[in-house]
């Protein structure tokens, strides 16, 4: 049995790979896959993979985009999720802000650097026509602390997962002026390259396996009761959710790698663009 490490945000466009551990489908290919959940996302990911604390992560497209040009020794394998994410922007429930140009020049709280809520604040604010060397940044670490962080006012607004922070809404305590999605595929499937060069066959066999589950992922019975109770989510949300998403069993498309650096290009947020041979394997 081949142990491999695996880390993922715990949120629900990932339950298909805690279906295929406990379906015990990896170890029928003699593969013990070990996932870690990683609240804090894509930032701290990229530095597991950096420094070889895990062989595979579920991460954000521009974020391990941005992390493998600065030097990250890792390649993208596979697109995980097709469409784009809906990046919820929010502030405190009781903050005096309605609406997206209000939070022009305030703080916005961030996961970490180089993670998609500072990468994503990029995003936005080049929508909106700001100088994007204005932007301030408070780091959280996660999403309990950006809520403590909204509360008391050491940040102004935070850009998360839409239906993740959904309950955080309903019960008030956050307050969404908008949404920014991401204009590329949300998720993709990276690993380091000593993986890639001494197991690639693993590699090949967790690929086909997951490609399984997601093919047929949205046909399993009940799936979104099961969703709802495992994630804290209203039903009608998680069917909301089910609607506009879309998981990929295919490589990233080139023309994706190259918008996804040209944008990131174009914001600073990295000062060159590498060859597609050097983002990803296929």
């Not at 784009?84 to 009781?94: M, S, V």
């Not at 947020?269 to 597609?276: C, M, N, Q, R, V």
Request: with cysteine; glycine share 6%.
């Amino acid at each position: 049995m081949k142990k491999v490490k695996i880390v993922g945000v715990p949120e629900h466009f990932n339950l298909p790979w805690h279906l295929a551990i406990e379906d015990g489908a990896f170890e029928n290919r003699g593969i013990d896959l070990e996932w870690t959940d990683i609240p804090e996302g894509t930032g701290k990911m990229c530095n597991m993979l950096r420094e070889g604390e895990t062989d595979i992560a579920i991460i954000l497209t521009e974020g391990i985009i941005k992390d493998i040009v600065g030097g990250n020794p890792s390649k993208i394998v596979q697109v995980f999720v097709q469409s784009p994410l809906y990046w919820g922007i929010h502030t405190a429930g009781k903050a005096p802000y309605k609406k997206i140009e209000d939070l022009k020049g305030k703080t916005t709280a961030i996961s970490r650097y180089g993670s998609g809520s500072h990468l994503m604040a990029y995003v936005n604010a080049d929508n909106n026509g700001w100088n994007t060397n204005d932007l301030k940044f408070e780091v959280v670490n996660n999403l309990d602390g950006a809520i403590e962080a909204l509360s008391n006012g050491t940040a102004d607004y935070f850009m998360w997962e839409h239906f993740t922070t959904k309950p955080i809404v309903d019960k008030g305590i956050f307050k969404r002026v908008g949404d920014c999605p991401t204009p590329w595929p949300c998720f993709v499937i990276a690993a380091t390259d000593e993986i890639l060069k001494k197991n690639p066959s693993i590699v090949e066999h967790i690929l086909e396996v997951i490609n399984v589950y997601t093919e047929d992922f949205k046909d399993i019975p009940s799936i979104d009761r099961m969703l709802s109770n495992r994630y804290k989510q209203k039903i009608e949300d998680i069917q909301e959710w089910l609607s506009i998403t879309r998981w990929s069993q295919e490589a990233i498309n080139p023309i994706t790698v190259k918008n996804v650096q040209e944008q990131l290009q174009r914001l600073t947020i990295i000062e060159k663009s590498l060859p597609y041979s050097q983002i990803a394997t296929k």
